[in-house]
């Protein structure tokens, strides 16, 4: 029997990890299918506080990983591919076999960026293709830069890169958009930012870095390769939540529901979740790690409760 489990090894796992095992909880963390998360596939982090010159992303990772290790955390490699949750103690099976008993459980299991399906975009990641313009933003200063999108997303990330690119584009599938009103309105205030609808990107140009992007403009059937250097996708994420579906509460998207904020419990005493899982406005790694470490400190008070 487990006193914590945690599922999902992000920023929000490990610090709950490391929040656990120094509180003599004996932590198990279930890794998951990207061990890191999503921090493993950028390069520099600049803006995780401690690291006055960066960091990047995979070391922070490691960091972390060593970090919680060092107060006891065991690891585990594995996908969870079911829980129960009805009664306590839940249980959760590791790879459809091994089952694991856990007095409480802290998922942050984190979202997944979407992309565009274009030729080759996996492999530019990091190399002028990204879904984040917090985090890669800052390394396109004076560069000409395109989002794509229509939704809210796409209208804050077109308008916050601004402040960095020489122009920034707007590439989008339709006419209308989906962002609300005044999102849009500001970002067709903004005179840096450009526009281009009915417009999908067929081709990513440049072999190790990106030198430019073939658009294709829907209506006309045209073509044409355009001089960006930055690629942003901004057309939403994906929570990894499938799994507790039916267990948990969850909005529209699949985000889990948490009933009680700033606490971290979800819908069942005993299930914590941290991270981009349940946090689809701020989605930064640090402000999951602060969730991380909270969902631990309930955990432990609520151990203390039950026992
Ligand atoms: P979203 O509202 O689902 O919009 C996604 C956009 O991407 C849509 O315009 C969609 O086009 C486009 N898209 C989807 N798949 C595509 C593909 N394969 N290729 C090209 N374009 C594609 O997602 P979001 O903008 O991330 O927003 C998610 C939620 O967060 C929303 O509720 C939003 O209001 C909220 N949010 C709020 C703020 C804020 O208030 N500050 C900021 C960001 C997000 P179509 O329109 O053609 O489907």
Redesign the pocket.
């Known amino acids: 029997m487990e006193k914590v489990v945690i599922i999902g090894s992000g920023p929000a796992g490990y610090t709950a990890a490391l929040y656990a095992s120094r509180a003599n909880l004996n932590p198990l963390l279930i890794d998951g299918p990207q061990p890191g998360g999503q921090l493993t596939t950028t390069t520099e982090v600049e803006n995780f506080p401690g690291f006055p010159e960066g960091i990047q992303g995979p070391q922070l990772m490691e960091n972390m990983k060593q970090q919680a290790a060092r107060f006891g955390t065991r690891y585990k490699t594995g996908f969870v591919t079911k829980v129960d949750f009805s009664r306590r103690p839940f249980r959760l099976w590791v790879d459809e076999k091994e089952e694991v008993q856990a007095e409480t459980v802290i998922i942050s299991t984190g979202a997944s960026a979407?992309y565009?399906?274009v030729p080759r975009e996996m492999e530019m990641v990091g190399h002028g293709v990204s879904a984040c313009a917090t985090c890669d933003g800052f390394f396109f200063k004076n560069q000409d830069i395109a989002v794509?999108?229509?939704?809210?997303?796409?209208?804050?990330e077109a308008n916050f890169l601004t402040k960095f690119g020489k122009n920034v584009t707007l590439i989008?599938?339709?006419e209308?958009?989906?962002?609300?009103k005044i999102?849009l309105e500001r970002a067709k205030a903004n005179p840096k930012i450009h526009w281009m609808t009915n417009a999908?990107v067929t081709e990513l140009v440049g072999e190790k870095e990106l030198k430019g992007v073939k658009v294709k403009n829907l209506k006309t059937g045209e073509e044409k390769i355009h001089p960006f250097t930055g690629l942003f996708f901004?057309?939403?994420?994906n929570p990894n939540t499938k799994l507790f579906k039916g267990q948990l509460d969850m909005d529209e998207?699949g985000y889990l529901k948490l009933p009680t904020p700033p606490r971290t419990m979800t819908n069942i005493p005993g299930v914590f979740a941290a991270g981009d899982v349940a946090d689809?406005?701020y989605r930064q790694a640090v402000s999951a790690a602060g969730m991380g470490c909270m969902a631990a400190i309930e955990a432990e008070r609520w151990l203390s409760e039950h026992e």
Request: net charge positive; aromatic share 6%; proline share 0%.
């Open positions: 979407k565009g399906g794509v999108g229509g939704g809210d997303s796409a209208m804050e989008h599938r339709r209308d958009f989906r962002a609300s999102m999908v901004a057309i939403g994420h998207v689809h406005y």
